[in-house]
């Protein structure tokens, strides 16, 4: 250590006394320190006790690529540094920016996607889609197209626009009212519905539901419906079949635009470029960020078709949005290096060669009785927890808080995963690992939660023999 450098408890300690940190509860550090991640290690992390992690939520479901690659991208940001540090994207442009552009229309176009904006993150990308919409409509002379439809629980960013779609009262209630009227409908968590077993009845459930909110709402007034091709809050919905395909139908019908907000689950969470892909969606608009960069950088953008690009391509009309860092040629580069390496490494097909044996091993869980549910795709994935697994009765929230953070929380820890222990819906632990993973990793991942899981249900179990009732353990 040399003089002058801060120790790390010194960092920690100014952590706690000088920063605001993203959704944090503070009281949780009274008494322990705030964790700290040094450096990155393939696909783990490692704290500033020397401790790996297997990084199971790749970052925030953003460092796709793990933590390997950084050198390599390093390089490629420094070249573009010494020839140009910065320019606008407005009314002018720089190489980096529209080699950006051109690669990711590419890879979009099978999806009929041919133009791009381009912001920071995911929640300025839902911000820069609903400002699209707004404007699109108002081009076509349906200016009172001013509202929206998403879906319960879903999570779309935390800005005011963004927040509008984001369908978490815990997050929308200290700042009502919010800036766009929006209307929220079922999310296809199959599990907790009556049609779980009769796919093609849960699809026509969905879609009727989101008709009659169209025409309660008046089918003039909606601008866009937007959903994440497969949902991540409340833990990996998978969409019946059918389900993208009536989406697309419907809003045909009631000339309302389409949005897939793929920002967790473009750039081969999924197994594709887009999630969208694989389901056989055809959104008007995509909205991504995080594995764009795959955690390197900053970024994000919105996709849409020659339909929507066109009053504003041809001048009619000028999209009244702007970012000083829109297509940064720092983040641009980083993006297109990390585009190379997805390629280079066949990131996409690991995940699709991976798929099958995570599923199975993942399914290895329901062995264990608080295991109710197993779902998602590609190296996507939730295991949702219950009291008992025949009658399903969901834990209090007292009690999901105890075996999130209490109990699994700590066992994560000590047998070195990080993953998302989540409870805005049923308490659910959710896996993201980075899309670079071995089978020895994802096994690893699999070994962890099922032994995690296993001393979870046993204090579980412990408590209800000792109580004598279903319910209830005391929450410390
Ligand atoms: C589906 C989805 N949309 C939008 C966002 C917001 O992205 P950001 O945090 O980059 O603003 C997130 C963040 O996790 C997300 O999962």
Same mark, same amino acid.
């Given at each position: ?8 408890? $010194? ?59 950084? $050198? ?26 529209? %080699? ?34 707004? &404007? ?16 319960? !629980? ?13 369908? !978490? ?53 909606? $601008? ?6 497969? &949902? ?12 993208? &395909? ?99 490494? &066949?990131?996409?097909?690991?995940? %699709?060669? !991976? ?9 290895? !869980? ?104 279903? %319910? ?5």
């Amino acid at each position: 250590m040399t003089a002058g450098t801060p120790t790390v408890s $010194a960092l920690q300690a100014a952590a706690r006394s000088r920063m605001l940190l993203n959704f944090t509860d503070y009281s949780a550090f009274d008494d322990r320190p705030i964790p700290m991640i040094v450096r990155g290690d393939g696909t783990d992390v490692v704290d500033d006790q020397g401790r790996h992690f297997i990084d199971g939520l790749s970052g925030l479901f953003c460092s796709n690529l793990g933590h390997a690659f950084g $050198a390599e991208v390093g390089a490629a940001a420094q070249k573009q540094m010494s020839e140009l540090v910065y320019a606008p994207s407005w009314s002018l442009t720089h190489p980096a920016a529209v %080699r950006l552009a051109e690669r990711l229309t590419d890879i979009a176009a099978p999806l009929g996607m041919e133009r791009v904006f381009l912001t920071n993150s995911g929640g300025e990308s839902v911000e820069a889609a609903w400002k699209l919409v707004r &404007q699109w409509h108002i081009a076509n002379g349906e200016p009172q197209r001013r509202k929206a439809i998403a879906r319960n !629980l879903a999570y779309h960013g935390t800005s005011m626009g963004a927040l509008s779609f984001t369908g !978490l009262d815990y997050c929308r209630e200290p700042f009502m009212p919010m800036a766009v009227p929006v209307t929220f409908v079922s999310n296809t968590d199959a599990f907790r519905h009556e049609l779980e077993n009769d796919e093609t009845a849960f699809t026509a459930f969905l879609l009727d539901e989101v008709e009659q909110a169209i025409l309660a709402e008046g089918p003039d007034e909606i $601008a866009m419906f937007i959903a994440e091709p497969v &949902q991540n809050s409340g833990g990996s919905f998978m969409p019946p079949a059918g389900y993208w &395909q009536g989406l697309r139908e419907l809003c045909d019908r009631y000339g309302i635009l389409l949005v897939a907000d793929e920002t967790i689950t473009g750039f081969g969470r999924l197994g594709e470029w887009f999630a969208c892909m694989r389901l056989g969606a055809k959104p008007d608009i995509i909205t991504f960020a995080k594995g764009a960069t795959a955690g390197h950088a900053p970024l994000g953008g919105v996709l849409m078709t020659a339909r929507i690009a066109e009053p504003f391509a041809s001048g009619k009309v000028t999209y009244v949005n702007g970012l000083t860092y829109s297509g940064h040629p720092l983040t641009a580069t980083i993006a297109l290096a990390v585009l190379d390496i997805y390629e280079r490494e &066949q990131v996409l097909e690991n995940v %699709r060669a !991976l798929e099958g044996h995570l599923a199975s091993r993942l399914e290895e !869980l329901r062995a264990n009785p608080l295991v109710g549910d197993v779902r998602g795709g590609g190296f996507f994935w939730a295991v949702e927890l219950v009291t008992d697994p025949v009658t399903r009765e969901p834990f209090t929230p007292e009690e999901a808080d105890w075996l999130l953070r209490e109990e699994l929380s700590g066992h994560m820890d000590e047998l070195g995963l990080l993953c998302r222990l989540d409870d805005r819906g049923e308490p659910v632990i959710q896996l993201s690992p980075p899309l670079v993973s071995t089978r020895e990793t994802l096994d690893q991942i699999v070994d962890i939660v099922t032994e995690a899981v296993r001393r979870a249900n046993e204090s579980w179990q412990r408590h209800r023999a000792t109580t004598g009732t279903q %319910r209830s353990p005391q929450v410390a």
